[in-house]
């Protein structure tokens, strides 16, 4: 492999929407396709189906909770190409809401792998990004839904343009903080981890796009935070009325947005459109 070939990268992508987006990266993507998952043998099973699609993906164990093998994977992504082209940050946990696990334990478990296990993955790899780069953070509507159920105060703080990321992270910290004593309700917050996380997730997009443009003004990298909507998934169940491929679509669009576009960048988008954060 040389720097010159291009390269795509799904973490989470061994099922569901991140198998999908990684399908479709392979149909639709000019150059290699990394699919990771935290899990050998069902990323290698993933990657095998895939080839028996006639697609060729490679495959690459990522867990995202591990900075050791985040930073294993940037090592392999520096010497094999030279950098990265496309991030899906696609990997993500939620309980289930009928699960008895005592709510503050759920915050802290869900807040680790899709809020600070993304951040990680971004610390790591987004110096990687090559220009004309694209960064995908796969959030959730629900990110929207419960940013309206938190106090005027923290919405204030979530949609300010000047948050850094130092204090998102001492506010998702707090919110942590406050499951575990029991105020999470009397200290503003909405009774949804996953919503909480997917908030942090959401407002992280914004301050990395920020920094971008004011760092790497003229590599024309966009990033932004999207929802796949619900989607029939093991996370989501079998309810949802999306399959997997069409929860797809708005990471997929985002990843291969054309090297000339400007926009959207910094911004919340579903059903490939820029939604009012």
């Given at each position: 492999m040389s720097s010159a070939t291009r390269v795509a990268l799904v973490t989470g992508a061994n099922k569901g929407i991140g198998f999908a987006i990684?399908?479709?990266?392979?149909?639709?993507?000019?150059?290699?396709?990394?699919?990771?998952?935290?899990?050998?043998?069902?990323?290698?099973?993933?990657?095998?189906?895939?080839?028996?699609?006639?697609?060729?993906?490679?495959?690459?164990?990522?867990?995202?909770?591990?900075?050791?093998?985040?930073?294993?994977?940037?090592?392999?992504?520096?010497?094999?190409?030279?950098?990265?082209?496309?991030?899906?940050?696609?990997?993500g946990i939620a309980f289930k809401t009928d699960d008895p696990t005592p709510f503050h334990i759920q915050a802290e478990v869900t807040m680790k792998t899709n809020f600070f296990g993304t951040r990680d993955v971004c610390t790591e790899l987004l110096p990687l990004m090559k220009?004309?780069?694209?960064?995908?953070?796969?959030s959730s509507l629900v990110s929207l839904k419960a940013l309206k159920k938190c106090s005027p105060e923290l919405q204030q703080k979530f949609r300010s343009k000047a948050i850094t990321e130092e204090e998102l992270v001492g506010l998702m910290n707090k919110f942590v903080e406050d499951t575990k004593k029991g105020v999470h309700r009397k200290e503003g917050w909405p009774d949804t981890a996953?919503?909480?996380?997917?908030?942090?997730?959401?407002?992280?997009?914004?301050?990395?796009?920020?920094?971008?443009?004011?760092?790497?003004?003229?590599?024309?990298?966009?990033?932004?935070?999207?929802c796949p909507g619900w989607v029939r998934t093991d996370m989501a169940g079998p309810k949802a009325p999306k399959s997997p491929e069409e929860g797809a679509k708005t990471p997929v669009y985002l990843a291969?947005?054309?090297?000339?576009?400007?926009?959207?960048h910094g911004e919340f988008v579903m059903e490939k459109k820029v939604e009012q954060w």
């Open positions: 990684a399908r479709d990266l392979c149909r639709q993507f000019s150059g290699d396709v990394v699919l990771t998952a935290r899990d050998e043998a069902r990323g290698r099973a993933a990657v095998q189906q895939l080839q028996a699609e006639g697609l060729s993906p490679r495959f690459h164990l990522l867990d995202i909770n591990d900075l050791q093998s985040i930073r294993a994977l940037r090592d392999f992504l520096r010497k094999e190409y030279g950098g990265l082209d496309v991030l899906v940050n696609n990997a220009p004309q780069g694209r960064v995908v953070n796969v996953y919503g909480v996380t997917k908030i942090g997730v959401t407002v992280l997009s914004r301050i990395h796009a920020r920094n971008l443009s004011e760092q790497r003004k003229g590599d024309k990298i966009l990033l932004n935070a999207c291969l947005l054309p090297s000339d576009a400007d926009g959207p």
